[in-house]
Each structure stands twice: as C-alpha cells, then as structure tokens.
C-alpha cells in the first residue's frame, strides 16, 4: 500500500523560504513520477511540480518556475520542494502526489496516490 507523507510545511513572510518532503512507502518508485499539487482557500487545486523518479526531470508551473525546486532522495525515498522567494499568493494546502509511469502529467486525476497535505502560509 503506497503511503505518501508530506511535512515541512508552516508560517513564513513573504521572501522567505521553506523546504517540503515527501515521504513515500509501500512500493518500489523507480516508474513513478511525483508531483506537487497546492490548493488555496476557495480555489481549485492546481499543479506545482512533477519529478520524474527515474532520472530526476522536472517540470513546473509558471507561477513558480524560477523560485521552487523540486528534488528526490533515491536512498530516503524521499521528494522535497524547495521554494525560494515565496509570495502571499503561494499560501495554500500543499499535496504530494504519485502516479506509475513516465509522463510528467499535470492534471490531478490522472494521479493515483495522495498525501494528506501540508499548510504553507505566506505572510505580508
């Protein structure tokens, strides 16, 4: 049974930065792709990040491009987001995702696995 487990998550100001992780168990990743998905109040869930396990390429929103980075940890089974400059518009629930296969997929549905989300909050 796969299990993703995110934290990191927390009250920053605006510019700051903060360091997700997700931690993954119940399966062997090697084909997977993880994504990182956020959701704001009264918002849709939106797409952030997708890390290919496999080889490590990587794909990003352009909301985000430039200021987050997404990474794993072969050895930890482990993927972080890193986010850099952050703004009061990236405050939001953060959700690591898992889906089998090689495409860098964006769309929520298409994943097969969730964690249970951290809060990341940006203050002015």
């Known amino acids: 049974q796969v299990q993703l487990v995110e934290s990191g998550g927390g009250l920053v100001q605006a510019g700051g930065s903060l360091r997700l992780s997700c931690a993954a168990s119940g399966r062997t990743f090697s084909y997977f792709v993880m994504g990182w998905f956020r959701q704001a109040p009264a918002k849709e869930r939106e797409f952030v990040s997708v890390?290919?396990?496999?080889?490590?390429?990587?794909y990003y929103a352009d909301s985000v491009k430039g200021r987050f980075t997404i990474s794993r940890d072969n050895a930890k089974n482990t993927v972080y987001l890193q986010m850099n400059s952050l703004k009061p518009e990236d405050t939001a629930v953060y959700y690591c995702a898992a889906r089998y296969g090689y495409l860098l997929a964006q769309r929520e549905e298409v994943y097969d696995y969730w964690g249970q989300g951290t809060q990341v909050t940006v203050s002015s």
């Open positions: 890390i290919r396990w496999s080889g490590g390429t990587t």
